[in-house]
């Protein structure tokens, strides 16, 4: 393709593999929740000389020389990220979610110190207290979960055991729970047992930045997020956090009394090196195209997708968890339908259909989380592309159509080939030559 000339002529096999991948999303549906298109834009700053340079510290405080032009950028980031979220302090360097998560554990907890996190089968996250995950091995966690008959979160459950376990730190976040977080209640709960309130943001960034989700900024001490999934940045996080530390004479007497230089010392020199200065310039190209006016009308299509999928779906006599979505993201249970333990297998037809998601754990699933009971599907990258509520509807239909002949590769064929049609109206990097 056009844009790739430069490694087509030095390493054609590396580049056959990148124009395959460029194929298989431009002629399939991406569903993964987790997943979206950077613009072109984003792209090109990714593909920047900015990868080639060291930047060990902060801007205007750095080890290596040469520095100008990197703290530029990264200052702009800054700037950018606290307009767009309202935040007191952000720490853009993070090479990821999980780096991100835990640089405030790093920050916040002493090793076996306790905290609250919603548990991985419920949808919570592997760094919010997986038993095998750095956050369940070395702090100790008391895992909440959604109840079991109404599979919601219930915030007086949750203080309940906050009141017995008396954790020094309670994360509001979400990975596969389909409804939108009340992180007020989060905070309620927080402020009774003299909690620090983690927020998570990075499956709900985007439509916290579009006006589609209540945001935690104002509420919480500290804030997570990815810059990818519906934020639509480049594949890194960030860390958004108050100045001030609210509990330093409860838990941090021998520190500064200023919570973003806890952040910041943890991320830098406690956890990384020099952060990836070409993602830094992603990033603030990213956050300014989450500033203009059209960055809403996207969030808020995000979620009317979802919703229209969720009701298809449901039409069609499949059981979703909490029965429908209100944010980006929608949970199918097959237990209903005899297919426990078919995760795998319906991914894989998926897939062969054209539409990609994942597998994915239910509320309380006895099946195995490599070939679970459920699929997980979001809207990020089809709105994205500028699909609205008329395709979302085909693709709940044949979503739907999958599940009821999932061994028939005659028909998941057939599927494939409506699929390819539907997309060729919407093509991801128009004028960029793709598929030439």
Same mark, same amino acid.
């Given at each position: @393709?056009?844009?790739?000339? &430069?490694?087509?002529?030095?390493?054609?096999?590396?580049?056959?593999?990148?124009?395959?991948?460029?194929?298989?999303?431009?002629?399939?549906?991406?569903?993964?929740?987790?997943?979206?298109?950077?613009?072109?834009?984003?792209?090109?700053?990714?593909?920047?000389?900015?990868?080639?340079?060291?930047?060990?510290?902060?801007?205007?405080?750095?080890?290596?020389?040469?520095?100008?032009?990197?703290?530029?950028?990264?200052?702009?980031?800054?700037?950018?990220?606290?307009?767009?979220?309202?935040?007191?302090?952000? &720490?853009?360097?993070?090479?990821?979610?999980?780096?991100? &998560?835990?640089?405030?554990?790093?920050?916040?907890?002493?090793?076996k110190d306790s905290? @609250?996190?919603?548990?991985?089968?419920?949808?919570?996250?592997?760094?919010?207290?997986?038993?095998?995950?750095?956050?369940?091995?070395?702090?100790?966690?008391?895992?909440?979960?959604?109840?079991?008959?109404?599979?919601?979160? +219930?915030?007086?459950?949750?203080?309940?055991?906050?009141?017995?376990? *008396?954790?020094?730190?309670?994360?509001?976040?979400?990975?596969?729970?389909?409804?939108?977080?009340?992180?007020?209640?989060?905070?309620?709960?927080?402020?009774?047992?003299?909690?620090?309130?983690?927020?998570?943001?990075?499956?709900?960034a985007g439509l916290?930045?579009?006006?589609?989700?209540?945001?935690?900024?104002?509420?919480?001490?500290?804030?997570?997020?990815?810059?990818?999934?519906?934020?639509?940045?480049?594949?890194?996080? @960030?860390?958004?956090?108050?100045?001030?530390?609210?509990?330093?004479?409860?838990?941090?007497?021998?520190?500064?009394?200023?919570l973003a230089k806890?952040?910041?010392?943890?991320?830098?020199?406690?956890?990384?090196?020099?952060?990836?200065?070409?993602?830094?310039?992603?990033?603030?190209?990213?956050?300014?195209?989450? $500033?203009?006016?059209?960055?809403? +009308?996207?969030?808020?299509?995000?979620? *009317?997708?979802?919703?229209?999928?969720?009701?298809?779906?449901?039409?069609?006599?499949?059981?979703?968890?909490?029965?429908?979505?209100?944010?980006?993201?929608?949970?199918?249970?097959?237990?209903?339908?005899?297919?426990?333990?078919?995760?795998?297998?319906?991914?894989?037809? @998926? +897939?062969?259909?054209?539409?990609?998601?994942?597998? &994915?754990?239910?509320?309380?699933?006895?099946?195995?989380?490599?070939?679970?009971?459920? $699929?997980?599907?979001?809207?990020?990258?089809?709105?994205?592309?500028?699909? *609205?509520?008329?395709?979302?509807?085909?693709?709940?239909?044949?979503?739907?159509?999958?599940?009821?002949?999932?061994?028939?590769?005659?028909?998941?064929?057939?599927?494939?080939?409506?699929?390819?049609?539907?997309?060729?109206?919407?093509?991801?990097?128009?004028?960029?030559?793709?598929?030439?």
């Amino acid at each position: @393709m056009e844009f790739m000339q &430069n490694i087509q002529d030095k390493d054609p096999e590396v580049s056959a593999i990148i124009d395959n991948e460029a194929q298989r999303i431009e002629e399939g549906v991406e569903l993964i929740p987790s997943e979206n298109f950077v613009s072109k834009a984003v792209l090109q700053a990714i593909g920047s000389v900015f990868t080639n340079k060291y930047s060990e510290g902060y801007p205007r405080k750095r080890y290596y020389g040469g520095q100008e032009f990197v703290d530029d950028v990264e200052e702009l980031a800054i700037e950018r990220a606290k307009k767009l979220f309202g935040a007191e302090h952000v &720490n853009l360097q993070p090479y990821s979610g999980s780096p991100a &998560n835990q640089a405030v554990f790093f920050a916040l907890l002493n090793l076996k110190d306790s905290f @609250m996190g919603l548990d991985l089968s419920c949808g919570g996250h592997l760094t919010h207290g997986s038993p095998v995950n750095f956050s369940g091995k070395h702090y100790s966690c008391t895992p909440y979960f959604v109840d079991k008959k109404t599979e919601l979160i +219930d915030l007086d459950e949750i203080k309940r055991q906050a009141t017995l376990a *008396k954790p020094k730190m309670i994360i509001s976040s979400l990975t596969a729970y389909p409804r939108k977080l009340d992180f007020k209640g989060f905070q309620e709960v927080c402020d009774a047992v003299d909690a620090y309130h983690f927020a998570d943001i990075s499956h709900i960034a985007g439509l916290i930045a579009g006006g589609a989700h209540e945001s935690p900024i104002k509420l919480a001490d500290v804030v997570t997020t990815t810059t990818h999934k519906t934020l639509r940045g480049p594949r890194s996080a @960030m860390i958004m956090c108050k100045e001030e530390d609210k509990f330093h004479d409860l838990y941090h007497k021998d520190t500064k009394k200023n919570l973003a230089k806890l952040i910041d010392s943890a991320v830098f020199p406690g956890l990384q090196g020099g952060p990836h200065d070409h993602i830094t310039a992603a990033k603030a190209v990213a956050f300014k195209e989450a $500033l203009q006016p059209d960055f809403k +009308d996207y969030a808020k299509q995000i979620v *009317k997708n979802a919703k229209v999928i969720a009701d298809t779906l449901m039409d069609k006599g499949i059981k979703l968890v909490t029965d429908g979505t209100d944010n980006h993201l929608i949970l199918i249970d097959m237990r209903p339908k005899g297919l426990t333990s078919k995760g795998k297998e319906l991914q894989n037809a @998926m +897939d062969l259909a054209g539409i990609t998601l994942n597998k &994915n754990s239910v509320p309380f699933d006895e099946a195995s989380p490599f070939n679970p009971s459920g $699929l997980r599907l979001g809207t990020p990258a089809v709105t994205t592309r500028g699909m *609205k509520e008329g395709e979302m509807k085909f693709i709940g239909e044949s979503i739907a159509k999958v599940i009821d002949n999932y061994e028939d590769k005659t028909k998941l064929k057939a599927i494939n080939e409506e699929i390819k049609e539907l997309v060729k109206k919407f093509p991801i990097y128009p004028g960029m030559g793709i598929l030439q």
